[in-house]
């Protein structure tokens, strides 16, 4: 059965998670709320949805409420939606705050905290989500499914978010790099900067869809692509040699690490 949605705050990850559940037709109604017109407006000149800038307006007769504030701005939205009336879902998509907290200022609410990222802008978000003990079976389904029409979303248990946060959360910045990396190494080989640039961003997407629509591991993919004494082996001898797979495990430790300590 389609939910009734609120979004509580309605800035990028909102209007990217709207504009997604909006055009597949997933929610029965939206509602969006902001402090200020000036997001809702311009949700609003995309999409039919109702806008607010009274949060507990949004809340009533909504079956799900997404907050989407920032993380130093969740207390106060937690504590002026904590007595609001009603039997709602909350799901909460601000970075680094446990379930625990949200529990200690939603007491018995079902809640699922998601960790998403920054490509669901581009209808392409790898998320992963946990829910508390009071959330059940049909919540997860249900905000599975409304997670996966802004990409792909994964249940996990909580304390795998840091890690989730590593690969999907801070990985965007990493692959923007290597990105960049192509491109400057294509435009130092001649190329215009604009076709360099794309050559090397259509590259990481056509390689990740390949991956994942073939079913393929790595390896394999490897194998297609470099021949004996060719041009792919010349470039991995050098990966190799400065142990680049290593600088790369460390990236991702470094960021679970500090994902971790901002989490305490
Ligand atoms: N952006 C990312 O890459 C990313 C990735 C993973 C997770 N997230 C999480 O997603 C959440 C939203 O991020 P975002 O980038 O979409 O932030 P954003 O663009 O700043 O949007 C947040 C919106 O909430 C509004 N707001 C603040 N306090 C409010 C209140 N009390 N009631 C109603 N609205 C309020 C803000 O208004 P003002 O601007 O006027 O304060 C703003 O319009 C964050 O918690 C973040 O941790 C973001």
Not at 228 to 256: N, P, Q, S, Y
């Amino acid at each position: 059965m389609k939910q009734r949605i609120a979004f509580i705050g309605a800035g990028k990850m909102a209007a990217a998670l709207i504009s997604c559940i909006y055009n597949k037709k997933l929610a029965k109604s939206i509602i969006a709320s902001d402090k200020s017109n000036e997001n809702l407006n311009r949700i609003k000149k995309y999409l039919k949805i109702v806008t607010t800038t009274d949060n507990r307006e949004a809340i009533k007769n909504s079956d799900i409420v997404f907050v989407c504030v920032k993380p130093q701005d969740m207390d106060n939205v937690l504590n002026e939606i904590r007595n609001a009336a009603g039997d709602y879902l909350v799901v909460s998509i601000a970075a680094g705050i446990k379930l625990k907290h949200l529990e200690s200022k939603l007491k018995n609410k079902r809640i699922i905290r998601v960790m998403p990222n920054i490509n669901c802008l581009a209808g392409e978000m790898a998320a992963g989500f946990s829910a508390n003990r009071r959330a059940t079976k049909q919540d997860i389904k249900n905000v599975s499914e409304l997670l996966n029409s802004a990409g792909i979303a994964f249940l996990v248990k909580e304390n795998l978010l840091d890690a989730v946060t590593a690969i999907s959360g801070s990985g965007p910045a990493f692959f923007a790099y290597f990105i960049g990396a192509f491109a400057e190494a294509g435009i130092k080989n001649g190329l215009p900067k604009d076709i360099a640039f794309k050559l090397a961003c259509q590259t990481a997407l056509g390689t990740g869809k390949l991956l994942m629509e073939k079913n393929l591991i790595p390896e394999e993919m490897i194998g297609m692509v470099a021949s004996k004494k060719g041009t792919t082996i010349a470039g991995l001898r050098i990966l190799k040699k400065h142990k680049v797979k290593d600088i790369l495990i460390k990236t991702i430790d470094a960021a679970v690490k500090r994902s971790e300590e901002l989490g305490k």
